[in-house]
């Protein structure tokens, strides 16, 4: 906890105080500077990453686990560290045991659930090795490319680090290398994704697994961040461990659990989070569950039309055509019905929200299907409330 928390934690005491004082802590996409229990994974990455020490670049490799393993964490924490060492150009390093100075490579971060096109891996590249501005417009991929090889050409390379490969709308492993091949030795890949085996693609580089988080780690986290989050003394330890039990390893429906149930407290003015508050947020958090991140890349509109299906009520929800109906009568959404039947057709492709089909036993025909999200509801409830509230 800094400095800021604990004096925002001292004037918010008193008999009125919210139970949540900073949402972001709580956020399951939301990335810390130093992720917990993960010191041996980071020695693996480092490991790998030795060479650009020396000057050259390591090969391409495979980051890889089951989901909520903190894998973007683990690699968005190093890499930020990484760049904060070559925010320079020419930036260079010396240390005890390498007797030259050595120019590090670029480190680049690229989340392929907002940058899933070749173009857009180009120009996410250029525009960290580039000066200006790279335009986006007027430019085809063909030259993208081939700025980039002019700009790394006889440098210190570029180790590009490429998040969620292998998803549904995302990209796939040998498009990937296939596209950043003609850089050769240039560019160094780090993929991050599920198990290999998840999308029947082969990988036959370097690969380092990342392991679901133990039980007792899971509760040091969900402590930690409650810590940082929430009044003194307001999660249990009994809690965080029913939640640690519940969620199986998986930190992002651990903190989305705890994120629910806070913010269920909170709304009922109490003092400490209940044991009915945690079950709430358990009961919000469906099984499987679609990663946070992946409903909160999407377009601004699909989003609006999620935050309307958590509005409604189970008689608006028992068709398709209902649901549709109800969305595109409200007054946030200037959506036409098709578009909204559109948009709920989509989302349930991508696994965003499912079509469970009625158990009725009368009339003809096939039954009606009512739609049923299968993200966190309540935190993406509030989080997009947040959002709106600060335009």
């Given at each position: 906890m800094d400095l800021a928390q604990r004096i925002r934690r001292r004037r918010r005491r008193g008999a009125d105080r919210p139970i949540v004082l900073d949402y972001e802590p709580l956020n399951p996409v939301a990335h810390v500077q130093e992720p917990v229990g993960r010191g041996p994974i980071f020695e693996r990455l480092l490991d790998h990453l030795d060479p650009v020490f020396d000057g050259t670049l390591p090969p391409n490799v495979y980051v890889w686990g089951p989901p909520g393993s903190g894998k973007?964490?683990?690699?968005?924490?190093?890499?930020?560290?990484?760049?904060?060492?070559?925010?320079?150009?020419?930036?260079?390093?010396?240390?005890?045991?390498?007797?030259?100075?050595t120019e590090l490579p670029t480190f680049v971060y690229v989340d392929t659930r907002t940058a899933n096109s070749e173009f857009q891996l180009y120009h996410r590249a250029l525009q960290a090795v580039s000066k200006g501005d790279v335009p986006r417009q007027g430019v085809s991929t063909a030259e993208l490319q081939s700025r980039l090889n002019e700009a790394i050409s006889g440098g210190p390379g570029v180790v590009l680090a490429v998040d969620h490969v292998g998803e549904s709308e995302s990209l796939l492993i040998e498009d990937v290398t296939g596209w950043f091949e003609p850089f050769g030795r240039s560019v160094s890949l780090v993929l991050v994704g599920r198990p290999p085996d998840s999308d029947g693609e082969k990988w036959t580089d370097a690969e380092i697994e990342i392991p679901g988080y133990g039980q007792q780690v899971l509760i040091d986290i969900l402590m930690t961040r409650g810590s940082d989050a929430l009044a003194r003394d307001a999660l249990q330890h009994s809690q965080a461990r029913q939640i640690a039990s519940w969620a199986g390893g998986d930190a992002h429906d651990a903190l989305a659990a705890l994120f629910g149930g806070a913010d269920q407290a909170d709304a009922a003015g109490v003092e400490h989070v209940r044991d009915k508050d945690i079950q709430a947020g358990i009961d919000a958090v469906p099984t499987p569950c679609v990663p946070l991140g992946v409903v909160l890349s999407l377009r601004d509109n699909r989003q609006r039309v999620l935050r309307e299906l958590l509005n409604l009520g189970s008689e608006d929800r028992g068709s398709v055509t209902a649901t549709t109906e109800a969305i595109a009568a409200t007054d946030d959404i200037d959506l036409s019905p098709g578009t909204v039947k559109r948009f709920l057709y989509e989302l349930a492709e991508r696994g965003v929200v499912e079509r469970v089909s009625s158990s009725r036993t009368k009339g003809h025909g096939r039954p009606p299907s009512r739609v049923e999200p299968r993200f966190p509801t309540l935190v993406f409830r509030r989080l997009y409330d947040l959002q709106t509230s600060q335009r």
């Open positions: 973007s964490a683990i690699v968005t924490a190093l890499f930020d560290r990484l760049k904060s060492m070559t925010v320079q150009p020419h930036a260079v390093i010396h240390t005890s045991t390498r007797a030259q100075t």
